[in-house]
């Protein structure tokens, strides 16, 4: 299995590195508390994405798996904070 | 040519995730934002997520990608509905108590 050079990597995660720069600065910001998971689910995307060009990196198949596992958990957190949000008096 | 189609797959969903994020951070409402994060999730790891499986080209691992990709694809919109739901409770009950 041939490998993909660094070079070609650079920029993929030269642009995921400013989007998640840009969600965190939306979480920080972020008037209501609304944007801020809106923001957080973001950031949750870009992790993933990380995870996925880092297994390419690396040539490991077995990275797949943890963003099975952040997919769950970042939906799981959304859902919970917005219920919290919606029964809170 | 393996390697030609994964880099291209994986460049387009870095950069539709690039451009949502400025999105996020030039849109002026909470819907609009909305709007601009589905595409991260929804047409930005779609691609990385077939780029991962061309990659590889393994059956565990396009068994993973199917997964992943059914499991976003049932689970942003629940989300969504969620955010946007408890904005609207939150909103109304601010103008309430003002």
């Known amino acids: 299995m041939e490998t993909i050079s660094n070079i070609a990597l650079l920029p993929i995660f030269g642009m995921l590195l400013l989007a998640f720069l840009l969600a965190f600065f939306r979480m920080l910001k972020g008037p209501e508390i ?5 923001a957080m689910d ?21 990275y797949f798996d943890i963003v099975i596992v952040i997919s769950l958990i970042s939906f799981i957190g959304t859902v919970a904070v917005s219920t919290y949000l919606k029964q809170k008096k | 040519m393996t390697t030609l189609i994964t880099t ?23 819907y609009a934002r909305m709007h601009a994060v589905t595409k991260a999730t929804s047409f930005g790891l ?6 991962t499986a061309i990659f590889f080209n393994t059956g565990a691992v396009w068994i993973k990608a199917l997964l992943v990709a059914v499991f976003i694809y049932l689970t942003a919109p629940l989300a969504s509905h969620s955010i946007a739901q408890s904005d609207k ?6 103008s309430e108590g003002n």
């Open chain 1, 34 to 38: 609304t944007d801020r998971i809106v």
């Open chain 1, 42 to 62: 973001m950031i949750a995307s870009v992790t993933m994405a990380f995870i996925l060009s880092y297994s390419i990196l690396v040539n490991k198949a077995i």
């Open chain 2, 8 to 30: 291209i797959f994986f460049f387009f969903g870095a950069f539709f995730i690039l451009v949502s994020a400025i999105g996020l951070v030039r849109f002026p409402d909470l």
């Open chain 2, 46 to 51: 779609l691609l990385l997520i077939i780029g």
């Open chain 2, 89 to 94: 409770k939150w909103e109304k009950e601010e």
